[in-house]
């Protein structure tokens, strides 16, 4: 191949990528972007704990997601956007209020069972974001929270149990 044909190739690889781009295909989870939204609101997380999670955990789990440059091109914007919305699915810690107390509960023991198992972040964002790698310092800083936070909730949910959500 002679170099105009490569360059033509590549310029319609890069204009296919754009286009591409402006199509989600599971929902536009940009869309509900708050950069400041406060995580888990109602609960009783100290700020070290709540720091860990914003950090290392809150770029899948909150709608403060971060888009570094390189997750605005097809099909690598396909695979952020999948992993964003699949993590805030299973917990968006920016919707920790409007979650029952039986939801916090089972939320709390995936947490700290993911949290201690190194189980999360995923083995394919670390490749990316190795700084996000949850220190053994830190696993074992939110598996105790989640424990506490569990054993409170459980205990608030005996005394009224009719409670849809809990502050």
């Known amino acids: 191949m002679n170099a105009p044909k490569i360059q033509l190739a590549c310029g319609v690889l890069f204009a296919t990528s754009i286009v591409l781009s402006t199509v989600h295909p599971w929902g536009n989870p940009r869309s509900g972007i708050q950069p400041n939204a406060q995580i888990l609101q109602g609960s009783n997380a100290p700020e070290d704990v709540r720091h860990v999670l914003e ?66 972040p995923l083995k394919q964002y670390l490749v990316l974001h190795p700084q996000n790698r949850l220190t053994s310092q830190e696993q074992e800083l939110i598996y105790n929270w989640a424990k506490a936070e569990r054993k409170r909730i459980r205990q608030q949910l005996s005394v009224d149990p009719n409670k849809p959500a809990l502050s």
Request: proline residues 3%.
């Open 55 to 120: 950090k290392k955990c809150g770029n899948c789990h909150s709608e403060s997601t971060y888009y570094p440059i390189y997750s605005r091109f097809a099909p690598v914007s396909w695979m952020v956007e999948r992993d964003v919305h699949d993590g805030r699915n299973a917990l968006d810690m920016t919707r920790w209020q409007y979650y029952t107390g039986d939801s916090r509960v089972d939320l709390l023991t995936r947490i700290g069972s993911e949290a201690r198992s190194g189980g999360m």
